[in-house]
């Protein structure tokens, strides 16, 4: 075997969105705009869920934890891009990279069972409404959180531990615009077979999980759904799931086509990423909001309530 001397890397270059200094400060504009609009309309959702009390159901427990979980994924991921679009070093550490790729793969992993809990809430709501308390109880809705919590943090534990024990020699420029593991593998000089089966399972473990809830759920409210003889009462519990259909169809589209197919070309790769952690953070609380009467009335309320503060001084 032929040793070869090489330095090890210790910081990337981050290439983001584009090279053109213009079209980074339009870049730049866009995605600050789009931060403060998604931290804006998911603060908005949890501070209304948690002032009006007609909203403290399991529904809107777990949709309250969803609007925390897209806050944290985008504050990981749109200030360094931020920093990075006016930046002319672009460059990340290591262990920044590494850390980041933590928090990144932590929040995509428990929302999708947050989601997934959603979903199992909607079919106890629509096919057990009369015993709809006992089964969605305050402590298991409690324990799912804690739950997707714990999950994810352990999935991403597994392999961003697996991830700092590879060595990095050569290449060092990253064409993306944050560090997620499928883009650290490619740039690796030791042998990733082992990170990419433990990527490859753990993504497979955690997405058929989750998924099996939803199909499982979705498949008995459709069944019951096309049972109820009233058209006013299908549309009506169709609409309370289709936000979350939405909400899903968003988020597993992108996120499952962005870690099992590490090797999409940079430009759909880019795409998948911004669609799950930037574009989805933004839309979700709109989605929410503007297709459930529920919130609407709520932000109404509270809307009315700051405007008679103000208005009191």
Not at 150 to 167: C, P, R, V, Y
Not at 217 to 230: D, E, K, M, R, V
Request: net charge neutral; aromatic share 12%.
């Amino acid at each position: 075997m032929v040793v070869r001397n090489h330095s090890t890397i210790t910081e990337f270059i981050l290439l983001g969105l584009s090279s053109n200094p213009h079209i980074q400060v339009i870049f730049f504009v866009l995605f600050l705009g789009v931060y403060l609009l998604t931290l804006w309309g998911n603060v908005m959702m949890i501070m209304v869920i948690r002032i009006d009390c007609h909203l403290h159901t399991p529904m809107y427990f777990f949709l309250s934890h969803l609007s925390f979980l897209d806050i944290c994924l985008t504050t990981t991921i749109v200030p360094k891009m931020l920093e990075n679009l006016l930046s002319k070093t672009k460059s990340v550490s290591l262990e920044d990279c590494l850390a980041q790729s933590f928090f990144v793969f932590s929040a995509v992993g428990i929302e999708a069972f947050v989601l997934s809990a959603m979903a199992y809430d909607r079919y106890a709501a629509i096919c057990c409404p009369l015993i709809y308390n006992q089964v969605m109880s305050k402590e298991l809705c409690r324990g799912l959180i804690w739950g997707s919590w714990g999950l994810g943090f352990l999935d991403a534990f597994i392999n961003i531990l697996m991830a700092s024990k590879l060595e990095f020699c050569e290449a060092h420029i990253l064409p993306h615009f944050s560090c997620e593991l499928p883009s650290l593998f490619s740039l690796s000089c030791s042998d990733i077979s082992s990170n990419f089966a433990v990527l490859i399972c753990s993504a497979i473990v955690h997405a058929s999980g989750t998924l099996f809830l939803i199909f499982f759920s979705y498949a008995h409210i459709i069944s019951t759904i096309l049972s109820i003889t009233s058209a006013t009462g299908r549309s009506k519990a169709f609409s309370t799931c289709s936000s979350h259909l939405i909400a899903v169809s968003f988020f597993y589209g992108s996120a499952l086509l962005r870690y099992f197919m590490p090797a999409l070309n940079p430009p759909l790769e880019l795409i998948f990423a911004l669609q799950y952690s930037v574009i989805t953070p933004l839309v979700n609380p709109l989605i929410y909001s503007l297709k459930n009467k529920e919130v609407k009335e709520a932000l109404k309320n509270v809307s009315r309530k700051i405007h008679f503060v103000f208005n009191s001084r």
